[in-house]
């Protein structure tokens, strides 16, 4: 079984340098035979960042991309607030840097259309759009995006694939929202290993539009990878979760770049 | 735990890893952490007997040390003790070892104490202070902790069940605040507590070892988080438990591989020795 991680993180590991991080990360994957891992933010979690502070966390992804350049795929951490600084890390890290994907977090909610210059900038770089999403019980921040957020953004872009991060955490109530909408894609990162996750996302969106993702390093690897080892599903439909369903959404810019995988 | 020297190695080039690697291979798996019967508002995979009993065989399971989802808000737990006591004699009797739930809110919860011992043969109990509104704190618990101490019967406290992020607007249930627990247990020494689906953070905020402290694996998060975690607890007051069939049960088995344990410590936490 091919694996390839969606969503990875530098922060909570060992280590005072990117690279010193990564390398912990891959000791880790390398236990449990993850292959490739697309990591996004700095060395700390910065929820509303300045444009320096975004500057900075995209600097330390590069270093460990630099360090580990066959086994990590970069995304470049953008924010709603700052949608000038983020145009232009785009150009720094994506047109003209290493990086293949774009991670929007919860500093501003996505259905609001100021966002949208990203999404056409990133779709012209071909850039693999994640945008974290939860519905939590409780409520959630005030720019953190639901799924259904995500749809609005997804109808005003209905030709670039979008992926909703977490599958909006309470997976039920995210596949509902998102079910209709073609282009947009579950995470099944970040969330308690419940049963049941990934046969109701391969029952509700097909095989196709499924990904696996850990958020390790808060995350065990081990948790996430059970949602798609422990489910009740076919081992051709495992491979395309864990493998074949990110390696065609990256292979347009992964092809544009040059990168053999 | 590796050198540096070994990481720079090992995570120089990837090479597949097989799933389960030979020193993850487990067998004859105690799990401490089980439920028959329905989660209260959704099904679940595997949510009868028979086909959990299946699951856990097909798994290396030996021994499942099994409560009732039942228990969360059914209030005659005379009842809901004893179907468990007998679906798990009927469905498997090597495999399932009913644990009996209390409820020290309840009148005469002393009764339910005697007969899960005397009738059921019993030989843990198990609590929910989130689902049934006590804290630690309350002067009914410890009444319960020093019957129960006196009885010669440990108790395995649940901690969570379900991430609040999620739960049910309806059922929303906190987790059990720990951190007056090591002072119960000094104060109670004879006493044999295991905490079920605490988190790190609960582990690190609340409990230091204690002799008569034990807690599981299924709700740890983090990678390594087994191999962290044994630089200041004891692997033998650490469980294998897997919170199943709430979780994928594989969920708890892959820590033990992306942890470096040795065989030993495999052996330790898959054969619980806290009965
Ligand atoms: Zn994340």
């Known amino acids: 079984m091919r694996i390839w991680d969606l969503h990875c993180h530098l922060t909570g590991l060992p280590g005072l340098t990117p690279e010193e991080r990564a390398t912990h990360l891959l000791l880790y994957a390398d236990r449990v035979g993850i292959e490739r891992l697309c990591v996004y933010m700095g060395l700390r979690f910065l929820q509303n960042p300045t444009p320096e502070q975004l500057i900075q966390q995209n600097n330390e992804v590069l270093r460990a991309l630099a360090a580990f350049p066959d086994r990590l795929f970069g995304f470049v951490y953008l924010s709603a607030e700052h949608i000038e600084t983020s145009l232009a890390e785009l150009e720094r890290c994506v047109a003209h840097g290493p990086m293949v994907g774009v991670k929007l977090w919860v500093a501003g909610r996505c259905n609001n259309p100021s966002l949208d210059p990203l999404i056409v900038r990133a779709a012209e770089l071909k850039a693999l759009v994640f945008q974290h999403t939860w519905i939590k019980t409780g409520g959630n921040y005030p720019g953190e995006s639901t799924p259904d957020d995500l749809v609005a953004l997804a109808q005003r872009f209905p030709s670039v694939p979008l992926i909703c991060g977490h599958t909006g955490g309470n997976w039920r109530l995210g596949l509902r929202a998102i079910q209709h909408q073609p282009n947009l894609y579950a995470d099944l990162a ?72 | ?74 209030q005659d737990l005379t009842a809901v003790n004893a179907r468990l006591a007998a679906d798990c004699a009927k469905t498997d009797p090597n495999l399932f070892l009913a644990i009996g739930t209390l409820n020290p809110n309840h009148p005469r919860w002393q009764d339910d104490l005697k007969r899960c011992q005397q009738t059921h043969g019993m030989k843990a109990l198990r609590i929910y202070p989130g689902f049934h509104r006590y804290t630690l704190a309350d002067p009914a618990f410890r009444q319960l902790l020093e019957a129960a101490t006196s009885a010669r019967i440990p108790l395995q406290i649940v901690a969570q069940l379900e991430d609040e992020r999620t739960q049910h607007p309806a059922l929303q249930t906190p987790s059990v605040d720990l951190k007056l627990l090591p002072a119960l247990l000094k104060d109670i020494p004879e006493a044999r507590i295991m905490v079920l689906n605490a988190s790190s953070t609960m582990i690190h905020t609340a409990l230091q070892p204690a002799p008569n402290l034990w807690f599981d694996i299924a709700k740890l998060e983090g990678c390594g988080v087994l191999e962290t975690l044994l630089q200041t607890w004891p692997i033998e007051q650490l469980a294998f438990g897997s919170n199943a069939p709430f979780f994928y049960w594989l969920a708890a088995k892959l820590k033990l591989q992306e942890s470096a344990l040795t065989p030993a410590q495999i052996h330790t936490l898959t054969h619980s020795v806290f009965l």
């Open chain 2, 1 to 74: 735990m590796p050198t540096r020297r070994t990481f720079l190695t090992q995570a120089a080039a990837f090479t597949a890893a097989p799933l389960l690697s030979p020193a993850a291979s487990a067998s004859g798996i105690t799990d401490v952490n089980i439920h028959l019967h329905r989660w209260p508002h959704h099904r679940l995979p595997h949510d009868t007997p028979t086909a959990l009993a299946d699951h856990l065989h097909a798994h290396g399971v030996a021994q499942a040390w099994a409560g009732s989802y039942d228990a969360l808000l059914q």
């Open chain 1, 190 to 261: 970040g969330s308690d290993p419940t049963a049941g996750i990934t046969e109701t996302a391969v029952a509700a969106l097909g095989p196709d539009r499924v990904l696996y993702g850990s958020d390790a390093p808060g995350r065990s690897f081990a948790t996430q990878l059970a949602k798609v080892h422990g489910a009740d599903i076919p081992e051709s439909i495992k491979q395309k979760i864990f493998h074949t369903n990110l390696h065609r959404l990256l292979t347009p810019i992964l092809t544009a770049k040059g990168i053999k995988t």
